[in-house]
């Protein structure tokens, strides 16, 4: 499995951007996938998950109601569109993929593949 992340850049604060992760190389319908980010100086967090068979979400308190995820299941992609950006979205972000849809995991232990990053910076 391979996961290519794209789409960061450099946004001013309340701005939006969308994220991209083409996945490769699996039989996604089965898969739960996931954003994930670290910010400068701190862990690795949970961004938001969803599930690829029924769309199934979670979010993080801190994007709920300002981040989406979802896949387009054509093109076997993963999506995070983020607005009302503030200066503490700014990280590194990751998606990955969790082989098991049986729930939603937060912790990043639970995700077998990653993708390599992408750096999105939220200017104030």
């Known amino acids: 499995v391979q996961l290519q992340a794209s789409g960061g850049g450099l946004v001013q604060a309340g701005g939006s951007l969308r994220l991209s992760c083409a996945a490769s190389?699996?039989?996604?319908?089965?898969?739960?996938m996931a954003w994930f980010r670290r910010a400068p100086g701190k862990e690795r967090e949970f961004v938001a998950a969803i599930t690829w068979s029924i769309s199934r979400t979670r979010y993080a308190d801190s994007v709920k109601g300002r981040f989406t995820i979802s896949t387009d299941n054509n093109k076997n992609t993963l999506y995070l569109q983020m607005t009302s950006l503030q200066p503490e979205d700014t990280a590194v972000y990751y998606c990955a993929a969790d082989r098991t849809t049986a729930f939603i995991a937060i912790s990043e232990r639970s995700y077998d593949y990653w993708g390599q990053g992408t750096q999105v910076t939220v200017s104030s």
């Open positions: 190389g699996g039989t996604f319908s089965s898969y739960t």
